[in-house]
């Protein structure tokens, strides 16, 4: 994930895996971006800072969304004098934590803080494991 300039980012193609956290049952879903998007964040406070989350998230009709679909999103925070980062939806996974400051107008990279997950995966013989951080994570 890059700042664009202004309140725009950028989020690079990539793979993602995600959880469903509807039931205990419900599996895991797989997706990739195959080019990259651009997102925008709303306007800064006036006079507080906020921490906004950029998150990509199923919906699926079987477990009570209105539609199906995989989107990339920004959740904007509350802003405070101690802001914390939204909580996560069901189905999400989370990429990022941008800091808003007050009357922020520009964002750089320094505001983007990266909250993807690695996985290892066994890849058979010895015991061992490879982490393939760039094919699990949207937006390496």
Same mark, same amino acid.
């Given at each position: ?44 406070? /006036? %006079? !507080? ?7 990509? &998230? #199923?919906?699926?009709? $079987? ?5 199906? +679909? ?15 980062? /939204? %909580? !996560? ?7 990022? &934590? #941008?800091?808003?400051? $007050? ?5 750089? +990279? ?31």
């Amino acid at each position: 994930m890059t700042s664009l300039g202004g309140l725009n980012l950028s989020v690079a193609a990539g793979y993602v895996f995600i959880l469903g956290t509807v039931t205990s049952t419900q599996g895991m879903y797989q997706s990739f971006n195959d080019a990259s998007q651009s997102l925008v964040v709303a306007t800064a406070h /006036p %006079t !507080l800072n906020r921490i906004d989350r950029v998150c990509v &998230t #199923v919906n699926d009709s $079987a477990y009570g969304s209105i539609s199906d +679909n995989i989107v990339i999103q920004i959740l904007t925070g509350t802003a405070g004098a101690s802001p914390v980062a /939204p %909580t !996560l939806p069901a189905n999400s996974i989370s990429l990022a &934590t #941008v800091a808003v400051a $007050a009357t922020a107008t520009n964002l750089t +990279n320094a505001n983007i803080t990266s909250t993807r997950t690695t996985a290892a995966l066994g890849l058979g013989g010895g015991g061992g494991g490879s982490t393939f951080s760039e094919f699990l994570l949207m937006g390496a």
